[in-house]
């Protein structure tokens, strides 16, 4: 959202292009789209508040891991600042969000990734890691998500975006999903 907005969106096509057909690594996109960005973390806050919204069953779902002492946290290869934001204007600031940092600059912003990973976060990591204590049940949507979804027991993969395809592609068992009142009602039945 934020790179189209400064950049347009011809600008973050051609880098998602080169991203799809694998001449730019993940980091390198998503180092190279952030440039573009100008704006304060208000300026972008208030962009994103506008223009986006987090699932609405989402805060129900949260209630319920919570409920069934299931540690929820987001893992993102997203910015961490901006997330925590989000999460706060929707009463769900108590979720730990491992995501990338930001240095914001008139010039353009530099992203400060998690790892040395191809992706700027190893989210596999952290489900490896997560698994150490337990069964994951993992949610994604994109490609930042491919490795991690591969290594949990169960997985959730947006319907109609590319996780989904991945998942059916390389024939790993997923559960497609809409909203997370679908996750839960799996999750919980």
Same mark, same amino acid.
């Given at each position: 959202?934020?790179?189209?907005? !400064?950049?347009?969106?011809?600008?973050?096509?051609? !880098?998602?292009? @080169?991203?799809? &057909?694998?001449?730019?690594?993940?980091? =390198? #996109?998503?180092? &190279?789209?952030? $440039? %573009?960005?100008?704006?304060?973390? *208000?300026?972008?806050?208030?962009?994103?508040?506008?223009?986006? $919204?987090? =699932?609405? #069953?989402?805060?129900?779902?949260?209630? $319920?891991?919570?409920?069934?002492?299931?540690?929820?946290?987001?893992?993102?290869?997203?910015?961490?600042?901006?997330?925590? $934001?989000?999460? +706060?204007?929707?009463?769900?600031?108590?979720?730990?969000?491992? &995501?990338?940092?930001?240095?914001? *600059?008139?010039?353009?912003?530099?992203? @400060?990734?998690?790892? *040395?990973?191809?992706?700027? @976060?190893?989210?596999?990591?952290?489900?490896?890691?997560?698994?150490?204590?337990?069964?994951?049940? !993992?949610?994604? =949507?994109?490609?930042? *998500? !491919?490795?991690?979804?591969?290594?949990?027991?169960?997985? %959730?993969?947006?319907?109609?975006?590319?996780?989904?395809?991945?998942?059916? =592609?390389?024939?790993?068992?997923? #559960?497609? %999903?809409?909203? %997370?009142? +679908?996750?839960?009602?799996?999750?919980?039945?």
């Amino acid at each position: 959202m934020l790179v189209q907005h !400064y950049a347009g969106p011809d600008e973050w096509a051609r !880098y998602e292009e @080169h991203l799809q &057909a694998g001449s730019m690594s993940l980091r =390198d #996109t998503l180092a &190279a789209q952030a $440039r %573009f960005v100008r704006g304060t973390l *208000d300026e972008a806050d208030e962009l994103l508040a506008a223009s986006t $919204r987090v =699932d609405p #069953t989402f805060a129900h779902f949260s209630q $319920r891991c919570s409920a069934e002492s299931v540690k929820l946290t987001i893992v993102s290869s997203g910015i961490a600042p901006l997330i925590a $934001r989000a999460l +706060e204007r929707n009463g769900l600031a108590h979720i730990p969000v491992l &995501a990338n940092g930001v240095s914001t *600059d008139a010039t353009g912003w530099t992203l @400060h990734f998690r790892d *040395d990973s191809l992706n700027g @976060h190893d989210k596999a990591a952290a489900v490896r890691k997560a698994s150490a204590r337990g069964k994951v049940a !993992y949610v994604g =949507d994109g490609y930042s *998500d !491919y490795e991690a979804a591969l290594v949990a027991q169960e997985r %959730f993969a947006k319907r109609g975006r590319s996780l989904e395809r991945y998942l059916r =592609d390389c024939g790993v068992a997923f #559960t497609p %999903f809409s909203n %997370f009142a +679908e996750i839960e009602s799996a999750l919980f039945a």
